[in-house]
């Protein structure tokens, strides 16, 4: 059985030793911002898109760093969908708000692993390995 992936690209934003991490209306778990590309787009791209979708800043292209890729079992999906999930860093400009299609955005410690999707699980785990988070 072929299990289906879904490709995504997730921001990680780091700030006191938290990083930010956001809930889209009527979902139960907390996810990094991102999301999927639209035909054509470059992971540049789609996730300077996405952060913008979701809360209002600009990400800094100069300051682009891929920080990690996560491939793991999809939240909300049937099995066995998986996630491949390009994590990268930059700086932003604006201030930090959610947009309507998202409920709620938290500030997470590596305690907080358990509000989380499980892909955004793995990327806590290495942020904290990495002692970027509490």
């Not at 690209?9 to 209306?25: E, N, P």
């Not at 491939?71 to 400009?93: K, N, S």
Request: proline share 2%; net charge negative.
């Amino acid at each position: 059985m072929n299990s289906t992936i879904i490709d995504v690209v997730a921001w990680i934003c780091i700030r006191d030793r938290q990083v930010l991490c956001a809930r889209t209306t009527g979902n139960d778990v907390l996810y990094l911002p991102g999301g999927k590309r639209e035909k054509g787009e470059s992971d540049w791209e789609a996730l300077r898109r996405e952060v913008q979708e979701e809360l209002n800043v600009s990400l800094i292209a100069e300051t682009l760093t891929e920080v990690m890729v996560v491939q793991e079992v999809a939240h909300g999906y049937t099995e066995p969908t998986q996630v491949t999930m390009r994590c990268f860093g930059a700086d932003y400009r604006g201030e930090i708000m959610a947009d309507s299609e998202i409920e709620a955005i938290a500030w997470l410690r590596y305690i907080d692993l358990d509000q989380c999707a499980p892909a955004t699980q793995r990327v806590l785990e290495y942020l904290y390995k990495q002692q970027w988070i509490d």
